[in-house]
């Protein structure tokens, strides 16, 4: 069953804050790691600890231990270099601060999410969206920004949650099944963030060609998310789409992908993405 995430208030680098319990690495919860857990803005040792480069928090290097299969599930702040990533997550907060309260639909993920563009307002005119979307963002960059200010003060009818490709680059060390519990536990804060509103998690979205390692560990996370989603959530809805992506021998089918054979053209892909997503979107909204 998906568990709501916990909160419980401590007083962390001198800031009161509502600290999640139940990801699964506890030193992050015990604020051995990340000296800020939660909240928004950052305070100045928040700000040093992120820019460090990702590889020198991940899970473990705090005891000088490899622990690959905590990366995904354990919150993160991603890293571009110097404070560019910062700066973009800092960005979509001012959005979201002059957004605050009601929102039909809060769009969550990577660069897949954030590039809707055009095709989202053709599709879904007249829907308040707050899209925060981040390109390169993994399952465990957007847990963080989710704690950090990055979802603060909205009140979403539905959620679309898309994330997990870039989490593929690291799949030979985390292993398949901490990829798709990632993407569970991205579902799990979601959820506990917003109990109301009904959430879409559409499993990741192919990618290369048949026989390349990253199009296969998408496969495989895809199905290893079968046995975690919906997880007995009434709320929870999954939407895959892989099968109108493909041909039948597996490959890509022509127009619905960028030259990278990973983004979405807006006239093919985006709109197939669309297509199959607008009859939940207009069911769930009108569920209320």
């Not at 803005?41 to 992120?50: G, M, N, S």
């Not at 200010?149 to 989490?167: D, H, K, M, Y």
């Amino acid at each position: 069953m998906i568990r709501r995430v916990s909160f419980v208030s401590i007083l962390l680098a001198g800031v009161a804050v509502a600290c999640a319990l139940d990801y699964p690495y506890t030193p992050y919860n015990e604020g051995k790691m990340d000296p800020q857990l939660t909240g928004w803005p950052l305070t100045e040792e928040e700000k040093a600890y992120v820019l460090l480069a990702e590889h020198d928090r991940r899970p473990g290097r705090e005891a000088n231990q490899h622990l690959p299969a905590m990366w995904p599930v354990t919150p993160s702040a991603g890293n571009w270099g110097g404070t560019s990533w910062l700066d973009t997550h800092a960005k979509l907060v001012e959005t979201v601060q002059a957004s605050q309260g009601p929102i039909d639909v809060l769009l969550v993920g990577d660069s897949i999410t954030m590039q809707w563009g055009a095709a989202w307002g053709n599709h879904f005119p007249g829907l308040k969206t707050v899209n925060i979307g981040i390109g390169g963002d993994k399952t465990q960059n957007v847990l963080w920004r989710l704690d950090h200010g990055g979802v603060e003060g909205l009140r979403p009818r539905l959620v679309v949650l898309l994330i997990g490709n870039n989490n593929m680059f690291f799949t030979p060390e985390t292993g398949i099944e901490a990829a798709a519990k990632g993407i569970e536990t991205c579902v799990k804060n979601l959820r506990g963030k917003f109990p109301d509103a009904p959430l879409v998690a559409v499993k990741i979205l192919p990618a290369h060609a048949p026989g390349n390692r990253f199009y296969e560990d998408i496969k495989r996370t895809n199905a290893a998310l079968d046995a975690l989603l919906p997880g007995g959530d009434p709320k929870v809805h999954v939407l895959d789409i892989w099968g109108e992506m493909v041909n039948a021998d597996g490959t890509l089918k022509a127009g619905l992908f960028t030259p990278d054979n990973i983004h979405l053209t807006q006239e093919g892909g985006y709109a197939l993405y669309a297509i199959r997503l607008k009859p939940m979107v207009e069911h769930l909204l009108n569920k209320e």
